[in-house]
């Protein structure tokens, strides 16, 4: 249970901040968040905290936005997840942003590491100059309004590589040089990550310039498996397990630890699944429970944080409560039993 004494307080503070916010035009200009006496968190520092977290969709749409609740966070916190990563796809609004603060205050307050990360749908189906500056413009909204939060608050500039995007690692790399200057003229410490095209594939990772303003607080993200295995795609097969099927994901955690070794920066996989929710469901509890215990030994293995993809396979959102019959596959995610051997 959470203290409702302090969701109402919130909610008050909230409200009276977006009063005293009110601008001539009569819009809605939500105060960022109070400075923190925190200090910056390396790189090194962050992926000891990071943990395991889970892909949420707290902000990701309007629609969204009314499912959430100060609930959640503690919920995730307290079901073992250190982490979450927050989507959003709109553009920065005074809405967005007083909804955002809530969010971030509360997964703070929860225990939680919040990861900000952008859609940036426009740029990827039509990667022109004009759409890269829109992506930059957005990070520097965004980056002004939370220079003074947590160092515990991370940006993840760009979700998931895709469209007419995946031909153009230049303008990518552009992208994340103009992106990474931006945000450094108000957060000089900020924890940035940037991913490789093709739906953030590890074996492109080589192809990332590191942009001249990372300023040693950078790391890249990676994931494989985002919309779970396959029974029949040959490239992310998986059935019983065979020692092919393990490789395919063995091979990518290696080629990530190859590139860590290569540049001296760490890596997160931003969202992998244990099932095939979103292509017809294809696979048992227990086949997932196999998947979810293989994957997320393999990386702890490699010391590799990430985040499960997402929130609303296993968390029901409109009722706040887990949903009973994926509880083996969440245990086998956060506590799996592995054992010695490929």
């Not at 703070?108 to 413009?137: D, I, M, R, S």
Request: glycine residues 6%; contains cysteine.
């Amino acid at each position: 249970m959470i203290n409702r004494n302090r969701t109402y307080l919130w909610m008050v503070v909230v409200a009276l901040a977006g009063l005293a916010a009110l601008n001539g035009c009569g819009q809605r200009t939500p105060a960022p968040p109070s400075p923190t006496a925190e200090g910056p968190l390396s790189p090194a520092q962050y992926r000891a905290l990071m943990g395991k977290g889970l892909a949420v969709d707290w902000a990701k749409t309007p629609h969204s936005r009314t499912l959430y609740s100060p609930e959640d966070p503690v919920a995730v916190r307290q079901r073992g997840f250190s982490h979450v990563r927050i989507r959003v796809r709109e553009d920065v609004t005074p809405a967005l942003l007083q909804h955002l603060d809530g969010v971030i205050a509360d997964s703070l307050h929860a225990g939680l590491l919040p990861v900000l990360a952008y859609k940036g749908e426009a740029f990827k189906t039509h990667p022109t100059e004009a759409n890269l500056e829109k992506v930059v413009q957005w990070w520097g909204a965004m980056a002004e309004h939370y220079q003074d939060a947590s160092p515990r608050l991370s940006f993840d500039l760009l979700i998931e590589v895709t469209d007419a995007l995946n031909r153009q690692p230049d303008m990518l790399n552009w992208l994340y040089e103009r992106a990474v200057a931006e945000i450094r003229k108000t957060n000089p410490t900020r924890l940035i990550f940037i991913s490789p095209r093709q739906r953030s594939n590890p074996y492109l990772l080589p192809e990332l310039r590191i942009p001249p303003d990372g300023n040693g607080y950078l790391m890249a993200e990676w994931h494989f498996y985002a919309a779970g295995p396959s029974k029949t795609n040959p490239a992310k097969r998986w059935t019983q397990g065979t020692d092919s099927e393990k490789r395919l994901v063995q091979d990518k955690i290696a080629a990530a630890l190859a590139w860590q070794r290569q540049t001296g920066l760490y890596t997160w996989v931003g969202a992998w699944m244990p099932g095939d929710y979103n292509h017809g469901d294809h696979y048992t509890v227990p086949e997932q429970v196999r998947f979810a215990t293989f994957v997320s030994c393999q990386l702890d293995a490699a010391h590799i944080p990430f985040a499960v993809n997402s929130d609303a396979k296993f968390y029901d959102r409109e009722h706040h409560r887990w949903i009973p019959a994926m509880a083996p596959v969440l245990d086998a995610v956060l506590h799996p039993r592995c054992t010695s051997g490929p």
